[in-house]
């Protein structure tokens, strides 16, 4: 069983940084899709942006050019490293783990952490 534990979220003022990182227990988090996503209140969750394990990164229009995803496949840990924050990143952050493991998908999902935008 996977666990993730996301860490790194509080308050920051506009235009800041926070780096978030999600660690990862388990031996299929090198060869697994890794996955930030986030949820505003009265919102659906949405993706923030993913990482291959190759490294091919994705991102929603939103944070392209803010937000920069990266993974450390020797401490099992991806990181989303998010600067000129807004007032609308505010949202509740979760990380989220996609294996492959021949015809089956498995995900997993983080608690999640509080990332509050607000001057």
């Known amino acids: 069983q996977v666990q993730l534990v996301e860490s790194g979220g509080g308050l920051v003022q506009p235009g800041g940084s926070l780096r978030l990182s999600c660690a990862a227990s388990g031996s299929s988090f090198s060869i697994s899709v890794m996955g930030w996503f986030r949820q505003a209140p009265g919102k659906q969750r949405e993706l923030v942006a993913t990482?291959?394990?190759?490294?091919?990164?994705n991102y929603a229009d939103s944070v392209k050019g803010r937000f920069t995803i990266s993974r450390d496949n020797a401490k099992n840990t991806v990181y989303l490293q998010m600067n000129s924050l807004k007032p609308e990143d505010t949202a509740v952050y979760y990380c989220?783990?996609?294996?492959?493991?021949?015809?089956?998908?498995?995900?997993?999902w983080g608690q999640g952490t509080q990332v509050t935008v607000s001057s």
């Open positions: 990482i291959s394990s190759g490294g091919s990164t």
């Open positions: 989220k783990q996609s294996t492959s493991s021949g015809l089956r998908k498995y995900e997993y």
